[in-house]
């Protein structure tokens, strides 16, 4: 069995610890610097050892893998420390803030030899994974458009958390905390941009960082797109539509349990606004928990990583050209 550490408990560690409860491995040491939270977790996930200092942790023989659950700030040097001590590495997004230190982790897990993967856990949602194969199989034929929105309002939150709100700790606002995710799918699932404009603001929240993003892509392969970010909505939406010159895909849980929907002109003389349509229900998977059972079977040689150190890295490249881009107010070259 596996043995793993969790670095960081805050609230998305426990996606990744419940992941853990599904494969064969088990949790047996967490790290966290905020005494009290550790305390908490330690008692609700029933973990033998707890560390204030991740070092600690990693120092320990028996664990072979580690989440990095921490701030976006901390995320370079917990991927380093765990590579030098030879843990496979499951990171949260995004994998850095800068493509220099992107690359030193890149760079520091393959010298370890060990499985590095980011948890850009929408690749291992059901409704991804069926899209991308629609895709790949040409069923909606060439992409022409595509936008991807993840959009929210913090629970109807007065304020945004410093993890979160602080340019020192976060490093970004929505277009990095959630536009990460939608680059990533933009280039999973469209191709590579060669261009982007961007225009970005904070208009709800009194934070250091933008609460409300809008990114306009240029594909390699002509098709255009958008990626769509705020913290200003009101609930949660998480959605993509990509158009092609024979069908097109749309997935959100705006209106409902989130569905993969397939529009087609099959039927003969089909209405403007009724085309043949197929619906996906993939309700089964969650994404984060795929992601870490990706990871552990990466690690078993089962499996290739789902997304890499290069992935995380193009993802990042793509906020840094888009913050650029906002703040020349021009576009610019990817």
């Known amino acids: 069995m596996i043995k793993v550490g969790i670095i960081g408990v805050g609230g998305i560690a426990q996606r990744h610890f419940d992941g853990y409860n599904n494969t064969d491995t088990e949790v047996i040491a967490i790290a966290d610097i905020n005494k009290d939270n550790l305390a908490k977790r330690q008692n609700a996930w029933g973990i033998p050892f707890a560390y204030e200092d991740y070092n600690e942790l990693l120092a320990r023989d028996d664990i072979q893998a580690v989440s990095i659950c921490t701030p976006n700030a901390v995320h370079h040097p917990a991927v380093m420390a765990a590579a030098k001590a030879g843990k496979h590495i499951l990171c949260e997004k995004p994998i850095s803030l800068s493509l220099e230190l992107a690359q030193e982790m890149i760079d520091a897990s393959k010298k370890a030899g060990i499985i590095f993967q980011i948890g850009h856990h929408l690749r291992s949602v059901q409704a991804v994974i069926m899209a991308k194969k629609l895709i ?19 629970a109807g939150a007065k304020t945004v958390s410093p993890a979160f709100g602080s340019i020192e700790l976060a490093g970004g606002g929505t277009l990095l905390d959630n536009g990460c995710h939608m680059m990533d799918l933009s ?20 934070c250091e960082v933008e609460d409300t993003s809008l990114v306009t892509l240029h594909f390699e392969n002509g098709a255009i797109g958008s990626v769509e970010n705020a913290w200003t909505a009101t609930g949660w939406e998480e959605a993509f539509w ?13 209106y409902g349990p989130a569905k993969l929907r397939l529009s087609k002109r099959i039927s003969p003389n089909t209405e403007w606004d009724k085309p043949d349509i197929i619906e996906y229900d993939l309700q089964g998977n969650q994404g984060h928990a795929a992601g870490v059972a990706n990871f552990i079977e990466a690690i078993k040689g089962n499996r290739d990583v789902i997304c890499t150190g290069e992935d995380g ?8 050209r888009a913050y650029e881009s906002a703040k020349q107010n021009r576009p610019v070259k990817v």
């Open 187 to 206: 280039r999973y699932l469209v191709g590579q941009t060669k261009e982007l404009y961007a225009s970005m603001d904070s208009l709800k929240f009194d």
């Open 313 to 320: 890295l193009e993802a990042v490249k793509l906020i840094l």
């Open 136 to 154: 790949e199989d040409g069923v909606i034929g060439k992409i022409n458009f595509a936008r991807f929105r993840q959009a929210h309002d913090w």
């Open 242 to 254: 990509i158009y092609g010159n024979n069908g097109s895909l749309e997935y959100t849980n705006r």
